[in-house]
């Protein structure tokens, strides 16, 4: 695939996300769930769940992890599981398969107890991964218990870096952190979008 394909399809990405996942609103700001307000805010399982978003953040993300050394990706469920399993589906579909697992919030009471499911095991080089990224907490979570499962973390890859200082906690545990957009991408396509509207 060509950096050109590539661009396009980071182009639909955009137009989807703001025409499913993204609302702004500076005079009644949303209450994130890190409890911060903001006047942006971004819902992205319309999108990452949608049949046409899966296929282009699969193909998004394999083409960050084709060239590396990782085996498998995964993030805390429930944002990262439509996204590692669409990688994993492309990536067996390019001939270089990457295994999606699953990072649960807590570690199951029964059977074998793990916070990590999916077919990997301890020495494995994988990937976390995260929907959107604000304070970094859920990423760092997921990252702390692929460790505590054996798993070598070699990356961060996020769909969207809302530019609040999150990416910058992240790479204090992980570098690199690799967002697919930013705020700042998704801002600029919004306001394109709605000048002269008003």
Not at 27 to 32: I, M, S
Not at 142 to 164: F, K, M, N, P, Y
Request: aromatic fraction near 6%; glycine fraction near 8%.
């Amino acid at each position: 695939m060509t950096n050109r394909d590539l661009e396009k399809m980071k182009d639909r990405l955009v137009d989807l996300i703001l025409e499913r996942s993204f609302r702004y609103n500076e005079d009644n700001p949303f209450t994130l769930s890190s409890g911060r307000k903001s006047p942006y805010y971004f819902d992205c399982k319309p999108t990452t769940l949608d049949p046409e978003g899966m296929y282009l953040i699969g193909n998004l993300v394999f083409d960050i992890l084709k060239d590396t050394d990782v085996k498998a990706a995964g993030g805390l469920t429930l944002g990262a599981d439509p996204i590692a399993n669409a990688l994993a589906l492309i990536s067996f579909e390019k001939g270089r398969p990457i295994r999606s697992f699953i990072v649960r919030k807590d570690a199951k009471s029964h059977g074998t107890r793990s916070k990590v499911e999916g077919n990997v095991k301890p020495g494995d080089k994988v990937a976390v991964i995260d929907d959107v990224v604000t304070t970094g907490a859920s990423t760092i979570t997921a990252i702390e218990s692929a460790r505590e499962a054996g798993l070598t973390v070699e990356l961060a890859v996020v769909l969207i870096d809302r530019e609040e200082g999150g990416k910058e906690l992240i790479e204090r545990h992980v570098s690199p952190v690799v967002p697919i957009l930013t705020r700042t991408e998704i801002m600029a396509r919004y306001k394109e979008k709605t000048a002269g509207k008003s």
